[in-house]
């Protein structure tokens, strides 16, 4: 059974979408309720699959096994306006041919308008061929008569000439009107300032016509951050500027350099005018749902039949790895030991601690602090090193790191409840399972040698695309990107982890400190967009904090990562990016420093 596993939902039709489309049920259930939302997201993780499975073609098309639950949630209709069409090839056209900012913000409003009515002609098809139960109230039933008074009334607002007096004729002259921008003609009617008017206009008159006067509409637009800044401002700052009956659902990179959300008070307020959703996931704990089914999901669109994920990877031998299964209370872990005879610091710990004395009390809280907390830090030093002493390491050892985060939960975790990652981790892996099952006709968990190459694929995933994107800000290698620079903040973490004395606090996030340039925000801001480095919201910051800027937020390395890293699949302590940078340059800074990459630096 050959299998094409669709890496991009750019590409994809709704309805093609919506055939494997898992719901992450938390960040569903949000976006379909009534609400302006902003949906925040790397690469690759789901916005706009996400967008497009509000959309009718998609809903119909959607065989989950709760399709029918959530669908009936969904009180509106979508209009979905895709970004490398409505921004990419039309605006960049405009620029450059060096056209004012009137004809980009006409191309926009265009495009937007020509989805809205395209989402219109969906429902009114659904309501000709009859809805299923639980979309029966967002099918349409439209009469000839109905669609050409329609045509007949945005022929003359928009001053556009329908060839047919039919929803697929005004689609068709909007798309005519598009072809006149790229022509040199534009109306000026047709500003973003006017924007909200002429959708509630073309809204009005559908809903008036078919007798529905409340019905919403959602507008969804995709990939905002390569949109223009005029526009961005305005639609993040107009949200509040549409009339009820229209939702604004804005799918986004996480980090946009020309463009935030102001702290005023007349500006758009969370949980009052709109509604934030992260799809990354600062605890991997929030995560594991989502991914277990999209794990299950995608062996089985290739032909394997899982019953359970936990089982179908092969445990490394000897526990040599994250995977907690298997562990034993009441009892030291043999690492504990092993480490301790080679590893002077821990040997330190294990005396004041008394754990290896047989007066040593087993109980919740001790084997909670003194065991439980400490083992992902023994396990890795005793798996990297080979002597460590007088506070230094004096020899380590030669293992390939991606070994270690095999078999579950780690090899899950290690995702992200990344989509793209996912797919990329289980495709390839599951083909070459399913042939060693077809030519050894025998079944066995899948092995470790597998799980570490899938692995690696998820890490070259991440370090291509940093390589492609580039770094501007001194001091790091030429050619590599925006990899060297987070290469320089992984291998800081690694360093507190292994090459200091052993420490029961393990360290693996940072403060984006007041003491970084604007250089270092905006790299950081990339490495964010590009999911390489995860935002860990603080509880007072608010969902959306990101947007009103990256300083003083807290960030870890994506567990996609930690394998080139050698680092924890944990959050851990933080440190300061401006101290953690410094201490990889063997820098010290005066009192009176104030930025990173300033002068007056001592080596």
């Not at 068709?172 to 008017?197: H, R, T, Y």
């Not at 040599?320 to 030991?337: L, N, V």
């Not at 495709?427 to 042939?435: D, F, S, V």
């Amino acid at each position: 059974m050959s299998v094409q596993l669709e890496y991009n939902a750019r590409s994809m039709p709704p309805a093609d979408v919506a055939k494997s489309f898992i719901p992450p049920e938390i960040h569903f259930v949000s976006l379909i309720s009534r609400n302006h939302t902003l949906l925040l997201g790397p690469r690759g993780s789901g916005k706009t699959t996400l967008l497009k499975m509000l959309t009718l073609r998609a809903l119909t098309g959607w065989t989950h096994p709760r399709a029918a639950e959530f669908s009936s949630q969904v009180t509106f209709n979508s209009a979905f306006v895709p970004a490398d069409i409505a921004w990419g090839k039309q605006i960049d056209a405009l620029e450059a041919l060096d056209f004012k900012a009137h004809r980009k913000e006409a191309a926009f409003v265009i495009h937007t308008l020509r989805a809205l009515v395209h989402a219109m002609r969906e429902a009114a098809e659904l309501g000709a061929r009859g809805a299923p139960d639980h979309l029966k109230h967002l099918a349409v039933q439209i009469t000839p008569l109905q669609e050409e008074n329609f045509a007949k009334v945005l022929s003359q607002n928009l001053s556009i000439r329908p060839m047919l007096n039919s929803l697929l004729g005004v689609e068709l002259a909007l798309e005519s009107k598009l072809d006149a921008i790229n022509a040199g003609e534009v109306d000026k009617a047709f500003s973003v300032d006017a924007f909200p008017s002429k959708i509630s206009l073309v809204i009005s008159a559908f809903n008036g016509l078919t007798g529905n006067d409340d019905r919403r509409w959602a507008l969804l637009f995709d990939e905002l951050e390569i949109a223009p800044t005029s526009i961005k401002s305005f639609l993040l700052s107009g949200i509040r500027g549409f009339d009820e009956r229209v939702l604004v659902k804005l799918a986004m990179a996480p980090y946009m350099e020309d463009v935030a959300f102001e702290r005023t008070p007349a500006s758009p307020q969370p949980f009052h005018d709109y509604q934030t959703i992260q799809l990354s996931y600062a605890n991997k704990e929030d995560a594991i749902q989502f991914s277990i089914e999209l794990f299950t999901n995608t062996f089985s669109r290739l032909g394997l039949t899982v019953s359970s994920i936990p089982t179908v990877f092969q445990s490394p031998v000897n526990e040599a790895s994250f995977g907690r299964r298997g562990r034993k209370r009441h009892t030291i872990p043999p690492e504990f030991k092993s480490l301790a005879e080679k590893d002077d610091s821990f040997r330190k710990y294990v005396l004041d601690k008394r754990l290896f004395s047989a007066e040593y009390k087993f109980n919740e809280n001790s084997f909670a602090q003194d065991i439980r907390k400490v083992l992902p830090i023994v396990v890795a030093r005793d798996y990297y090193l080979r002597k460590f002493e007088s506070g230094r390491v004096v020899a380590n050892r030669s293992r390939k790191s991606h070994f270690l985060y095999t078999g579950y939960p780690s090899i899950v975790e290690i995702t992200e409840g990344n989509p793209r990652a996912i797919l990329t981790l289980v495709g390839p892996m599951a083909q070459g399972y399913q042939e060693l099952v077809a030519r050894t006709n025998s079944i066995a968990p899948i092995s470790t040698t597998s799980q570490a190459q899938a692995i690696r694929r998820v890490e070259l995933l991440l370090t291509s695309l940093l390589q492609v994107i580039p770094l501007d800000l001194g001091g790091f290698e030429a050619g590599k990107g925006l990899l060297d620079f987070v290469d320089q903040i992984g291998r800081g973490f690694e360093d507190r982890l292994l090459k200091r004395p052993f420490s029961p606090d393990y360290v693996g996030t940072f403060i984006l400190d007041e003491n970084v340039t604007p250089a270092v925000v905006s790299a950081i801001g990339k490495a964010l967009n590009a999911g390489a480095i995860i935002h860990v919201p603080q509880a007072e910051g608010g969902p959306d904090s990101l947007l009103r800027g990256l300083k003083g937020q807290r960030f870890r390395i994506s567990y996609a990562l930690a394998s080139r890293y050698r680092l924890l699949l944990t959050l851990g302590d933080k440190v300061n990016l401006s101290k953690l940078l410094l201490e990889m340059r063997g820098v010290k800074v005066p009192e009176t420093q104030k930025s990173l990459f300033d002068e007056g630096h001592e080596a």
